[in-house]
T-cell receptor, first 113, second 114 residues
Framework: SQELEQSPQSLIVQEGKNLTINCTSSKTLYGLYWYKQKYGEGLIFLMMLQKGGEEKSHEKITAKLDEKKQQSSLHITASQPSHAGIYLCGVGTSGGGADGLTFGKGTHLIIQP | DGGITQSPKYLFRKEGQNVTLSCEQNLNHDAMYWYRQDPGQGLRLIYYSQIVNDFQKGDIAEGYSVSREKKESFPLTVTSAQKNPTAFYLC?????????????FGSGTQLSVL
């Protein structure tokens, strides 16, 4: 199965600062999904990227997929307390069947006031 | 509102006991999934079902069982054979569309051993 490595594992950022989270795979990413999780809650879908070089934005969060489709980054501009939580990247199978996503271990984001 | 409902939110298991976690969805999704989340380990797939009356093992199926008798429901039983059941369990569903695997998640069940 495809493994995803997320970095950093945890991140403490002062409110108002920008930050970047990375997700790397040794294999081509056929559909890269970003989710956010509040502690003790379910995952909330943020964005999905499929094409090399693709970039999507939602409010102050921007996600990019590199041209080789092996790395994705999530960038938050002017961080706010509401951005705190766990960010997870997930990848679908190359066959595109509905057999679940494989997730990275997550990045824990703490926003300091 | 459509969504996925997991119950209970918290569950305690005694030694040798089987417990069942409920997952219901009203999104009319074909596929449903169970994940286990442990601190520092991310999400791991336990079982999934692409259609009613059919399901497949995920990466860590040992000690668990599932059923899919109705499209809306996908209960997970944690059996006494699962020696380390304490974890956060997440249920998810998706439309079975090729190359589109966006998952919708429930709010999770925290299972602890007494």
């Amino acid at each position: 199965s495809q493994e995803l490595e997320q970095s950093p594992q945890s991140l403490i950022v002062q409110e108002g600062k920008n930050l970047t989270i990375n997700c790397t795979s040794s294999k081509t990413l056929y559909g890269l999904y970003w989710y956010k999780q509040k502690y003790g809650e379910g995952l909330i879908f943020l964005m999905m990227l499929q094409k090399g070089g693709e970039e999507k934005s939602h409010e102050k969060i921007t996600a990019k997929l590199d041209e080789k489709k092996q790395q994705s980054s999530l960038h938050i501009t002017a961080s706010q307390p509401s951005h705190a939580g766990i960010y997870l990247c997930g990848v679908g199978t190359s066959g595109g069947g509905a057999d679940g996503l494989t997730f990275g271990k997550g990045t824990h984001l703490i926003i300091q006031p | 509102d459509g969504g996925i409902t997991q119950s209970p939110k918290y569950l305690f298991r005694k030694e040798g006991q089987n417990v069942t976690l409920s997952c219901e969805q009203n999104l009319n999704h074909d596929a449903m999934y169970w994940y286990r989340q442990d601190p520092g380990q991310g999400l791991r797939l336990i079982y999934y079902s692409q259609i009613v009356n059919d399901f497949q093992k995920g990466d860590i199926a040992e000690g668990y069982s599932v059923s899919r008798e109705k499209k809306e429901s996908f209960p997970l039983t944690v059996t006494s054979a699962q020696k380390n059941p304490t974890a956060f369990y997440l249920c998810a569903s998706s439309l079975h569309i090729r190359r589109e695997e966006k998952l919708f998640f429930g709010s999770g069940t925290q299972l602890s051993v007494l």
